[in-house]
């Protein structure tokens, strides 16, 4: 009753728990779907918070799902993907940056190195630690305060014992100096502990709102100053087929690209299986995501890449100096360049991306291009180094796959059925439904 209740609200554009209860009273089609019954606000907002409705969502998704493939309004053979930000409900100008973090804590951990220096120095408290160029710990910040606090009460027992008015001047003066000591110290103790806390919170974020911890700051296609602000919201994912909503899930991320195998994750945990066919754009085309869909899901990725059309521009395809152009030796592994001069294989390397994945590349290099009257065309800078060329192959191999695959009239008209799939969804979950969503907790 609670679920179809709310629902059905949601339906109406109705979202707050108090107009919800409102509706119950009002609403004759409420009353019917909630036989009488009259929950409050407070029952219904924690019906929705509750974690055992994840589940009770979960299952009824699989009976939808289900039930969908019985009547034919859907096929098993692909689902569409695609992605929204949603903004938060969250104050857009309480922002926490991890690169901020990162510089003060940097400062602050060498102002809290020089202090201790200049402490043991003077002797004004013992050493605590052997290693000084490791940065201090929040312990040990706090047993430096306890050793100044230590000398601070065995100097004001001092002043009270002390008779003589100069000799209790100068130890005030000492006193006072120890007191700004301490001041420091537990400016850096507090700065370190919500150091320590914000990056808990981050994570590996770039970002988050102090007033929803859960929101990143991302930029929003709703940009009505037309400035790139960044506002505190969520990458809200979705898969369909025929236009209804199959699975979904909310992410943190504010690129597509790292949603794509944790979604396929869920989506196979909760259905027990993936269609043939992962149909998304080019947000989502990344070697990483081609490999775990080929290799660790054994499906069909139908998702262009960024370069996609691109690449099968006349422009693009007459560029002489495009090394995508260049003729390629296969016998004696070489890269003919506009001038004829080769370019041979030097050695094998390797990129890691922010993420951590790894890609590899062969390194193609030519032996002299000094003299080369071609080298300002071919060199985008000015550079004493010879012609080099980084290849990804693994990269090119599923670009082709794709190319392949795009080409094909089957795949080619199940991908042009992608903007008519999953986009109209999000048009009226925004413009008709007026969602927004207020915590991830919450989704």
């Known amino acids: 009753m609670m679920l179809k209740v709310i629902l059905y609200a949601y339906t109406q554009s109705v979202f707050s728990g108090r107009k919800i209860e409102k509706m119950l009273n009002d609403s004759i089609r409420m ?28 299952s009824l998704f699989i009976q939808f799902y289900s039930q969908c493939v019985k009547q034919n309004l859907i096929d098993d053979k692909a689902i569409f993907i695609d992605g929204t930000k949603i903004e938060a409900n969250a104050n857009r100008y309480t922002f926490v940056w991890k690169k901020s973090i990162q510089n003060h804590e940097s400062k602050m951990n060498e102002d809290s190195k020089a202090l201790y220096h200049e402490l043991v120095t003077n002797k004004i408290i013992p050493e605590i630690k052997e290693d000084h160029d490791n940065e201090l710990t929040k312990e040990e910040i706090d047993l430096i305060g306890s050793h100044l606090d230590k000398e601070i009460e065995d100097l004001n027992q001092h002043i009270n014992n002390e008779k003589c008015t100069k000799t209790r001047k100068q130890i005030r003066l000492k006193r006072t100096k120890i007191k700004k000591y301490k001041k420091q110290i537990n400016d850096y103790f507090e700065r370190k502990y919500r150091y320590e806390f914000q990056k808990s919170i981050l994570k590996d974020r770039n970002s988050y709102s102090k007033t929803d911890y859960d929101a990143t700051f991302m930029r929003m296609k709703e940009d009505h100053m037309k400035n790139g602000q960044l506002k505190p919201g969520y990458n809200l994912q979705i898969a369909t087929n025929s236009q209804f909503v199959l699975s979904y899930n909310v992410y943190q991320n504010p690129t597509d690209t790292r949603t794509m195998i944790p979604f396929l994750n869920s989506i196979q945990e909760t259905y027990g299986h993936l269609p043939e066919y992962i149909v998304a754009d080019a947000g989502y085309g990344s070697e990483s995501n081609y490999k775990a869909i080929i290799d660790d899901f054994n499906r069909t990725p139908l998702i262009t890449y960024g370069m996609f059309i691109k690449d099968k521009t006349k422009k693009y395809k007459s560029d002489i100096f495009n090394t995508q152009n260049w003729n390629y030796d296969e016998i004696n592994d070489e890269f003919i360049c506009p001038n004829n001069k080769r370019l041979g294989f030097k050695r094998y390397a390797y990129r890691h991306d922010k993420y951590g994945y790894k890609r590899d590349f062969k390194l193609y290099e030519c032996d002299d291009c000094s003299e080369c009257p071609l080298k300002n065309q071919c060199m985008n800078f000015n550079s004493k180094t010879n012609k080099k060329i980084m290849k990804n192959y693994n990269w090119e191999y599923f670009k082709s796959q794709i190319n392949k695959k795009l080409s094909e009239p089957e795949t080619k008209n199940i991908y042009s059925q992608r903007k008519i799939d999953v986009e109209p969804v999000f048009g009226f979950m925004k413009a008709i439904l007026g969602f927004t969503l207020p915590q991830e907790s919450r989704h």
């Open 31 to 58: 009353m019917w779907l909630s036989q009488n019954q009259k929950p409050s606000y407070k029952t219904i907002n924690q019906f929705r918070v509750n974690p055992k409705v994840d589940a009770l969502l979960e």
